[in-house]
């Protein structure tokens, strides 16, 4: 339990022997939320207003912080004090000291992790690229977010099952054969990979508005790779593995993977009794030749489910995903992590499940983002100022490298620590918001070893690691004596660390990353005014011991914090 929990607890219990019987007295729950740690430290590590407490006791706030001070006793607090109808706890620091510290050391590397979520499953949905397009930089967040939630639910006990919701379906791909067998060829593909494809997709534009018959060939191709004709599915399937060929370079660079690669293909073949079903519900309803689902009663615009020519649209392969997704995995929760424009088709889908009568579809869940922009600029693929991960990847790498040729000459195997460092720059930036809202992304910002970035938190790591690497044996065999941590720089780290398995959680609750970014942060921060202030290693062994395991609980909770984000951590910078 951590030290608010228990304060709270200990604050209800008081509050409840000294007014037995009390009606609307706050429980344990709501007076943890009611806690509040003080911005000046002279006024106690935890406050709580005895406000809420006025009108059931019908008393005022100082006559009841009175009250509970002076029936206060417990050893967790050293002292407490009763200012303004305030009751502000000063902690006994050598007793938390002594709990954290034995506490982070028995979690060993797995401070905050649990069973929480033992027996339940959840699908996660994310990255999810299109075949026949290149990896550029609007997909890294729905790549880093949905893989950061994936390693927290993992962390807390869930089982977890990643999916590449693979966008490899529809008409483009028809086109994209008829410009290949027009104007491409086989090596030149195979060395260009997806930036070929992308070109003969622009050729196949350019070429259409001057003969237009060319839509009609396209459409033709496409019709042959839904009748299974297998010369096109042949140069289909082929796109696919250059296209996955290339983004295996990315996802390798960027340490994710998926359990999943059912895509919306994946669904052609399970749709029908999908539609059927939505039929003898009564849910469909055609509209101007097409088949919708009416949703005026949700104001919103129809689901469209059948085209006019009968085709099936890319709602019509979510729903079906969705019940697949239920029927195999028996999800209890289903997370669709997607940019916020998409936001009006998932309340769609999601409102269509519930109308078929599944329970489930309140399970489903679209985690929304916002944009990253580069200095500024809007990034997307019809303006043409695309930039493309890997080529943003591999130049964060070789600034990295550029930075830590001079800081730090001698280090070896620099080149392969500059592409973690880089690689964890460009993540960090990208989860260091919250996900709603907009990322613009800087060089300056992103590689700034003294900043809030992921440069900074890798080397306080790395230093941490250095710290340890230097103790003699003095003073790791030494039995730690855990009141040399009272101090205020060594009671701030403890603090923070002891939070991080209620952060953990909430980001999990709040499908938000971010909040982990921020607690390493923090911690990152805490230690390195540890490390200013305190020298680790001198005098006292029994004193150092402590100091030196207090170095390596941030060390171990940096590292879990910076893995739950995707990133590494080196231990030599
Ligand atoms: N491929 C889509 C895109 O790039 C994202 C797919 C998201 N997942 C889903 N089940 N619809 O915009």
Redesign the pocket.
Known sequence: MDMLTRIAALTADCIHSLWPETEGLPAAEELRGLLAVPPDPAMGDYAFPCFRLARPLRSAPPKIAEALRGAWGHEEVASVQAVNGYLNFFLNRAHFAAETMEALRAAGDRWGASDLGAGKTVCL?YS???IAKRFHIGHLSTTMIGHSLKRIYDYLGYTTVGIN?L?DWGTQFGKMICAYLRWGSRDQVEQGGVAALESLYVRFHQEAERDPSLEDEGRAWFKKIEDGDPKALEIFSWFKDITLKDAARVYDMLGVSFDSYAGESFYIDKMEPVIQELRDRGLLVQSEGAWVVDLSEDNMPPCLILKKDGTTIYATR?LT?AIYRQNTYHFDRCL?V?AYQQDLHFRQVFRVLEKMGYPWAKDCVHVSFGMVSFAGAALSTRKGNTVHLEDLLNQAIDKAKAIMAEKSPNLENRDEIARQVGIGAVIYTDLSNNRIKDIDFNWDRALNFDGESGPYVQYTHARACSVLRKAGTEVTSAAPDWSALTDDEAQALLRLMSRFPDVIREAAEKYEPSLITRAVTDIAQAFNKYYYEHRILDGDPAAAAARLALTDAARRVIRSGLFLIGIQAPERM
Do not use: F, L, Q, T
Request: zero cysteines; aromatic letters at 10%.
């Open positions: 949905d999810s690229i299109n919701h966008g979510d995903a669709y997607v």
